[in-house]
């Protein structure tokens, strides 16, 4: 399996709380991305990254900003956590045009 | 802005029995499409990658068809087993960003 790793994999927080969820790859892919899946609406995209410093909102980006300033690590941050926010959050890897492998997903519940 | 849709949204057959998932989607303008498979309260493995230029993909009991044009994509699953119980997620690309659709949860009874 590529090397994708998520952390933390599991967090409780209050609202008006800042969080920073980090993916962290070995593959050197260029592509990273995060997504939110939630009962009812699936897989949706929050924000990616097309290398370093390069990063594009996705559908649901509202509320959150990230940072891309190595290959390897890509920093998703809740500047202030709202309930809404409570979700599963994955992040996937890419090479363009190669399969897309996803992390192992971080449970956040903002309280 | 891609739209995809998964049918049937859930399925139940008896083990040995073929599987028939359906995806469809509203932009053919797709580089790749991908199909994953997730295991309750787990991630998201990579099942098969189909080309745009592809029409076909095989990984032993797993098929994949793709006709862009249309905006299809079916997933057969040859003899199924208890272990193959899982959503199924179906993933166009478009510009290297993946869209999904719901899923479809199958349940294979031993």
């Known amino acids: 399996d590529a090397g994708i790793t998520q952390s933390p994999r599991h967090k409780v927080t209050e609202t008006g709380t800042p969080v920073t969820l980090r993916c962290h790859q070995t593959?050197?892919?260029?592509?990273m991305y995060w997504y939110r899946q939630d009962p009812g609406h699936g897989l949706r995209l929050i924000h990616y990254?097309?290398?370093?410093?390069?990063?594009d909102k996705g559908e649901v980006s509202d509320g959150y900003s990230v940072s891309r300033s190595k290959t390897e690590d890509f920093l998703l941050t809740l500047e202030s956590a709202t309930s809404s926010q409570t979700s599963v959050y994955f992040c996937?890897?890419?090479?363009?045009?190669?399969?897309?492998?996803f992390g192992p997903g971080t449970r956040l519940t903002v309280l | 802005k891609q739209e995809v849709t998964q049918i049937p949204a859930a399925l139940s057959v008896p083990e040995g029995e073929n599987l028939v998932l359906n995806c469809s989607f509203t932009?053919?303008?797709?580089?790749?499409l991908q199909w994953f498979r997730q295991d309750p309260g787990k991630g998201l493995t990579s099942l098969l990658l189909?080309?745009?230029?592809?029409r076909e993909q095989t990984s032993g009991r797993l098929n994949a068809s793709l006709d862009k044009s249309s905006g299809r994509s079916t997933l057969y699953i040859a003899a199924s087993q208890p272990g193959d119980s899982a959503t199924y997620l179906c993933?166009?690309?478009?510009?290297?960003?993946?869209?999904f659709g719901a899923g479809t949860t199958v349940t294979v009874r031993a």
């Open positions: 996937a890897i890419s090479e363009g045009g190669g399969p897309a492998v």
């Open positions: 593959e050197n892919h260029r592509y």
């Open positions: 990254s097309y290398g370093v410093k390069d990063t």
């Open positions: 932009d053919s303008a797709i580089y790749n």
């Open positions: 189909i080309q745009s230029s592809q």
């Open positions: 993933a166009p690309s478009n510009d290297y960003k993946l869209s």
